[in-house]
C-alpha cells in the first residue's frame, strides 16, 4: 500500500507544480494584456483630449492661449476618475496647459525620451507607480508644436493583476483538491491489481526471509498458505540451490558430505 | 528704552498708513463709454488694492473733446491716464511722429489698450520697446493669419474675403492694408470696400446694407469684421445684413458673436484685456517702472466662440474639429 501512497503523492505534486507554473504565466500574461489596455485606453483618451487642441493648433493658436484649456483638460480627467493629471506641454516638454494647480514646469524626462524614440506615434510606457500617455498635437503643414500627457496610477492596474493572481490561485487550490481525489479514485481503478499482486509478492519475500531466519535459528518455520506458494515454493527451491552451490564453491568443505 | 521703542512703533506705523493711504488719480479716456475692458481695468486695481481714483471721461466717438481730456489730466495731476482704443490713443498721446508736439501727452505715464495695430498706428515703436519713455500699453489681437486659417477650418472651400472698412479710423485702413498683404501668401482674394464718409467725415449706417449686397455679388465666401468701431458699434445693421445675404461674418470682437449675428470670433474678451492694463498700471503705480521700460503685454487668452444659432440660419455646421474646442452661444 506504500507504493500507492508514492504513486499519489508522486502524482499530486506534479500536478501542484505543472498548476504553481500556469499560475504565474497566467498571471504575467494578464499583467501584460492589462497594462495594453491601460495604454490603449488612455491613447484613445489622450487622442480625444488632443482633437480641440489640434484644432487651435491648425488656426494658429499657440497652445498656451487657449482660454477654455482648462475646461477641455477637466471634461477629459472626469471621464477617468483615477486619473492623476492631463498636461498639454510643448516641444521642449515645458508645460502650458494642466490640470494640475500649480501645474509642473515640464512633464518628466522618462516621458520626453519615450517621445523622442517613438516618432509622431502615441505612445505609453509604465514609470514607477504610474503610466504615463502621450500622443502629439499637429498643427496645418502635419508640424507638430506639442502634446497631450496623460498620468494615470499603476495602483489599480497592480490590484486587477494581483485580484487575478489571487483568482487563479483559489482556482489552482480547488483544482489541485479536485485532481488529488480523481487520482486517487483512477489510480485505484487501473493499477490496483497490479499494486495488491506487488503487496502480496512482497509479504511472500518477507515471510519467506522470516522463514529462513527462523530455520537458520533452528526454529520451526512458518507454515504460509496464501496464493503466493507458487512463489515460495520457487524461493525456497532457490535458497536451496544456493546452498548447495555455496557448499560445493566452499574450499573446506568435508569431501565425504 | 521702551518709551523710546514705542514711540518708534507708532512713528513707523504713521508712516506705514500715510503710504498705504496714497491715492493714485486715473483719468480714463473712452471713445463710447465705459464698457468690459474699462470695467476689467478698475476691477483689478480694486481687487489688487492699489486706492484709486477713477476719473472717467468719454469723447463720445469724437476727436474734439481728447484735447480738453488731456488738459484736465495736467491741472488735475493724474498719476495715469488709460486710453481706449486707437482714436483715442492718437488724440491724446500722439504717435512716433508727434514726440516734439506738446499738446499731446508725453509727460503723464499713459496706457492703452484695444489698439488693433498700435505699431502699424505709429503709436508705439514695437511692442517689445515702445519707444515712448512715458507709454506703454496692451494688445490683444491674434494675428491676422489665424483668422485666415479660421475661416478656412471652417470653410475649407474658402476662396474670397470680403471686408467694409471706413477710412475716418486709422485702424481699418491699416487692418485692410494687413489683410491684403496676406493675399498671395495665404492663396486667396480679398474684396474690401471702404464705406462712404458723409460731409462731416463719417461714414453712414446706411451705407452698411447695400455695401454688403456688394459683397454679395462679388460672391465673397466670408467677411470679416477687420477693425472698425464704426462697425462695432452698428453690429446688428452689420451682421443682419450679412445674414440676410446669406454670408457669415468672423469678427475680431467677441461680443458680436454674443450679442449679435455674427458666426464666429477669434478673441479675447474685452473684460482680460481691462484686467491686462490694470497689470500694466499697477506696474507702473506701484512698481515705480518708467511706462517706456514695459513692453506692450501681450493677451494670452483667445477663444473661438461660434454663434451656433446663426450656424443655423445660414445652414452653415461648423466642422467637427473646430466645434470641439470651440465656445459656443444660441
Known amino acids: 500500500m506504500a507504493l500507492f501512497w508514492r504513486i499519489w503523492l508522486a502524482v499530486t505534486f506534479v500536478n501542484l507544480v505543472v498548476l504553481t507554473i500556469f499560475v504565474g504565466l497566467a498571471t504575467l500574461q494578464f499583467g501584460n494584456i492589462n497594462s495594453d489596455l491601460v495604454g490603449e485606453r488612455l491613447a484613445v483618451l489622450a487622442e480625444r483630449t488632443a482633437a480641440p487642441f489640434n484644432a487651435a493648433a491648425k488656426i494658429g493658436l499657440p497652445l498656451s492661449t487657449v482660454r477654455n484649456a482648462e475646461a477641455l483638460l477637466e471634461r477629459a480627467r472626469q471621464t477617468d476618475t483615477a486619473i492623476l493629471a492631463i498636461h498639454v506641454f510643448d516641444n521642449a516638454g515645458r508645460i502650458v496647459q494642466s490640470t494640475d494647480k500649480p501645474p509642473p514646469t515640464e512633464i518628466p524626462a522618462k516621458a520626453l525620451a519615450a517621445r523622442a524614440v517613438s516618432g509622431d506615434a502615441p505612445w505609453h510606457i509604465e514609470s514607477g507607480e504610474i503610466f504615463l500617455s502621450s500622443i502629439d498635437i499637429i498643427a496645418r503643414g502635419k508640424i507638430t508644436v506639442g502634446g497631450v500627457l496623460i498620468v494615470y496610477p499603476r495602483s489599480s492596474s497592480v490590484t486587477q493583476i494581483r485580484a487575478m493572481g489571487a483568482e487563479l490561485a483559489l482556482a489552482t487550490i480547488v483544482i489541485l483538491l479536485f485532481g488529488a481525489v480523481l487520482s486517487l479514485f483512477l489510480l485505484r481503478l487501473s493499477i490496483g491489481k497490479q499494486i495488491k499482486l506487488y503487496d502480496s509478492i512482497d509479504h511472500a519475500v518477507t515471510n519467506f526471509e522470516r522463514g529462513e531466519w527462523r530455520s537458520a535459528a533452528g526454529r520451526p518455520s512458518l507454515c504460509i498458505e496464501s496464493e503466493t506458494d507458487e512463489l515460495n515454493h520457487l524461493l525456497e527451491t532457490a535458497e536451496k540451490s544456493y546452498q548447495v552451490a555455496g557448499r560445493e564453491l566452499d574450499p573446506n568443505k568435508d569431501e565425504s558430505l | ?330
Not at chain 2, 518708534?8 to 506705514?16: D, G, R, T
Not at chain 2, 519707444?131 to 491674434?142: A, E, F, Q
Not at chain 2, 455679388?217 to 445693421?237: P, T, W
Request: hydrophobic letters at 40%.
Open chain 2, 1 to 330: 528704552m521702551f518709551k523710546s521703542f514705542t514711540v518708534a512703533i507708532v512713528l513707523l506705523a504713521c508712516l506705514s498708513s500715510s503710504a498705504n493711504a496714497t491715492q493714485y488719480k486715473i483719468m480714463i479716456a473712452t471713445w463710447r463709454g465705459c464698457e468690459e475692458a474699462c470695467q476689467g481695468f478698475q476691477d483689478y486695481l480694486v481687487e489688487h488694492g492699489v486706492d484709486t481714483q477713477f476719473i472717467m471721461r468719454d469723447a463720445q466717438k469724437k476727436s474734439a473733446p481728447l484735447p480738453s481730456f488731456l488738459a484736465e489730466a495736467r491741472e488735475k495731476k493724474v498719476d495715469l491716464i488709460l486710453t481706449w482704443g486707437t482714436s483715442v490713443t492718437r488724440g491724446i498721446a500722439g504717435t512716433l511722429a508727434d514726440l516734439n508736439n506738446q499738446e499731446l501727452n508725453h509727460d503723464i505715464p499713459n496706457v492703452f489698450m484695444i489698439v488693433a495695430d498700435p505699431v502699424g498706428a505709429g503709436i508705439v515703436k514695437s511692442l517689445d520697446h515702445t519707444g515712448r519713455p512715458n507709454l506703454t500699453g496692451t494688445y490683444n489681437r491674434v494675428p491676422e493669419e489665424t483668422i485666415i486659417e479660421t475661416i478656412r477650418s471652417y470653410l475649407p472651400d474658402f476662396k474670397r474675403l470680403g471686408l467694409l472698412y471706413n477710412t475716418d479710423e486709422k485702424n481699418s485702413v491699416l487692418k485692410r492694408d494687413e489683410v491684403a498683404d496676406l493675399t498671395g501668401p495665404m492663396s486667396f482674394e480679398l474684396v474690401a470696400l471702404e464705406l462712404p464718409l458723409d460731409t462731416n467725415g463719417k461714414p453712414h449706417v446706411d451705407d452698411i446694407a447695400t455695401k454688403i449686397s456688394e459683397l454679395k455679388e462679388a460672391e465673397v465666401d466670408f467677411i470679416y469684421l477687420g477693425s472698425s468701431s464704426f462697425l462695432r458699434d452698428n453690429k446688428d445693421a452689420f451682421t443682419v445684413a450679412a445674414v440676410n445675404n446669406g454670408i457669415p461674418v468672423l469678427s475680431p470682437y467677441e461680443n458680436l458673436v454674443h450679442e449679435s449675428q455674427a458666426l464666429i470670433s477669434v478673441a479675447a474678451r474685452y473684460y482680460d484685456v481691462g484686467r491686462l492694463a490694470g497689470q500694466q498700471a499697477e506696474k507702473i503705480l506701484i512698481g515705480k517702472i518708467a511706462p517706456g521700460d514695459l513692453p506692450v503685454l501681450r493677451m494670452t487668452d483667445f477663444a473661438v466662440v461660434i454663434n451656433m444659432g446663426v450656424a443655423k440660419k445660414l445652414k452653415l455646421f461648423p466642422p467637427m474639429d473646430l466645434l470641439q474646442m470651440a465656445e459656443t452661444v444660441n
